[in-house]
């Protein structure tokens, strides 16, 4: 069965201190993953997605096949870094959510 | 340009009530998914639409139901409204599909039900 877990309900770091948002996938073909943020009162956004490579806010994510794994890392928290962050499988027409992290970022 | 919009931000109901909720994609989408959010459940997808046509449905009983115009506007009905329908709904739209770049998600429509 596709599943994605994210293992952490909450992650809670100083400013400055390197972050790691964990992600496990179970899927049998080839994955597309996503990392989506949702800040406070604000609406679900699109963070990365794992065929771009890309680097936003500082953050990036790499999948690991060999461990169904694709983290979010970033290397210096900051406040406003502070949220909810969803890992997101996507199968055919849909996207299935790990159930979430919430990263808190004190000064 | 604008992005996806549901209305309405928010909704109480009664118990046996019926309710259908609303969502606008981006200009230019044809595919437009529904998805339950509940702090117990997590996010859950409800279906997707792309050109008129329902091709994927998640594991939600009869109730819950859609459609989609030409316009590729978007709405989903809940029929017998129970306690549990509680919920934070929203709606996704994608330019290619099958959301291979990614789903614009919408604020949502904040149901209660009493």
């Known amino acids: 069965a596709q599943r994605v877990t994210q293992p952490e309900k909450l992650l809670s770091v100083f400013k400055g201190a390197p972050v790691e948002l964990k992600c496990n996938y179970s899927y049998s073909g080839s994955p597309e993953l996503f990392w989506y943020v949702q800040y406070s009162r604000q609406r679900l956004q699109l963070l990365l997605r794992h065929i771009s490579r890309e680097s936003i806010k500082g953050f990036t994510a790499d999948l690991n096949k060999g461990e169904t794994s694709f983290h979010l890392k970033k290397p210096f928290a900051q406040e406003e870094d502070s949220a909810m962050y969803y890992c997101?499988?996507?199968?055919?027409?849909?996207?299935?959510f790990g159930t979430g992290t919430r990263l808190q970022v004190f000064p | 340009k604008a992005g996806v919009t549901q209305t309405p931000r928010y909704l109480i109901k009664t118990r046996g009530q019926q309710v259908t909720l609303s969502c606008s994609p981006i200009s230019g989408h044809r595919s437009v998914s529904w998805y339950q959010q509940t702090p117990g459940q997590g996010l859950q997808f409800l279906f997707e639409y792309f050109s008129e046509t329902q091709r994927n449905k998640g594991n939600f009983p009869g109730r819950f139901s859609g459609r989609q115009f030409s316009n590729s506007r978007s709405e989903m009905n809940v029929s017998t409204l129970e306690l549990g329908d509680s919920a934070l709904y929203l709606c996704a739209s994608s330019l290619s599909g099958q959301g291979k770049y990614g789903y614009t998600f919408g604020s949502g429509t904040r149901l209660t039900v009493v």
């Open positions: 997101a499988l996507r199968n055919t027409d849909k996207l299935i």
